[in-house]
T-cell receptor
Framework: DVKVTQSSRYLVKRTGEKVFLECVQD?????MFWYRQDPGLGLRLIYF???????EKGDIPEGYSVSREKKERFSLILESASTNQTSMYLC??????????FGQGTRLTVV | QKEVEQNSGPLSVPEGAIASLNCTYS??????FFWYRQYSGKSPELIMS????GDKEDGRFTAQLNKASQYVSLLIRDSQPSDSATYLC?????????????FGQGTTLQVKP
């Protein structure tokens, strides 16, 4: 089975902390995505990566950065967490242009 | 204008009825279209994909695509209470391997017994 695994299911961080969200996929997919999901706003694309060390900004990249040093791992970094970054974060890895497989999500609360 | 738009609902239908979910997109470059279902507290899962104009049927689900009108829909026949979920429309640009996958805000479907 395809697996996309996010490192944490729930996180609570303080304002100003640097936060790392990790995502690992085991299917050798080229593309990986980070979304955040908020009520009424759906899934909004933060960043995506189409190869090792390659990344592109999505629709809401401000306040975030990413790292992809290995093909299977895509990390989302909140440089200085703020309360408006409290959200559900979803990592996804599509098989080419077909089905995207999602991780279980990380619910981040910034206090 | 959002790239992908859906009516957030909730859409309420009685058990056994047909549920019709609609989605419009703004970028004509979009070439691949998907419907995902998301139960409360869970991650989205793919239920239908469609790449060319027309209808595509899979069991109780039918996806319809009209590229000229930039419109994609999902019909659920014989709706069941277990179909109650949020349905997310997604589009991608297949022009390069760096294509983005963009989602609408989702439509909440309630199927009442």
């Amino acid at each position: 089975d395809v697996k996309v695994t996010q490192s944490s299911r729930y996180l609570v961080k303080r304002t100003g902390e640097k936060v790392f969200l990790e995502c690992v996929q085991d299917m050798d997919h080229e593309n990986m995505f980070w979304y955040r999901q908020d009520p009424g706003l759906g899934l909004r694309l933060i960043y995506f990566s189409y190869d090792v060390k390659m990344k592109e900004k999505g629709d809401i990249p401000e306040g975030y950065s990413v790292s992809r040093e290995k093909k299977e791992r895509f990390s989302l970094i909140l440089e200085s967490a703020s309360t408006n970054q409290t959200s559900m974060y979803l990592c996804a890895s599509p098989r080419g242009d077909t089905e995207a497989f999602f991780g279980q999500g990380t619910r981040l609360t910034v206090v | 204008q959002k790239e992908v738009e859906q009516n957030s609902g909730p859409l309420s239908v009685p058990e056994g009825a047909i549920a019709s979910l609609n989605c419009t997109y703004s970028d004509r470059v979009s070439q691949s279209f998907f419907w995902y279902r998301q139960y409360s507290g869970k991650s989205p899962e793919l239920i239908m994909s469609i790449y060319s104009n027309g209808d595509k049927e899979d069991g109780r689900f039918t996806a319809q695509l009209n590229k000229a009108s930039q419109y994609v829909s999902l019909l659920i026949r014989d709706s069941q209470p277990s179909d109650s979920a949020t349905y997310l429309c997604a589009v991608s640009h297949r022009s390069s391997n760096t294509g983005k996958l963009i989602f609408g805000q989702g439509t909440t479907l309630q199927v009442k017994p």
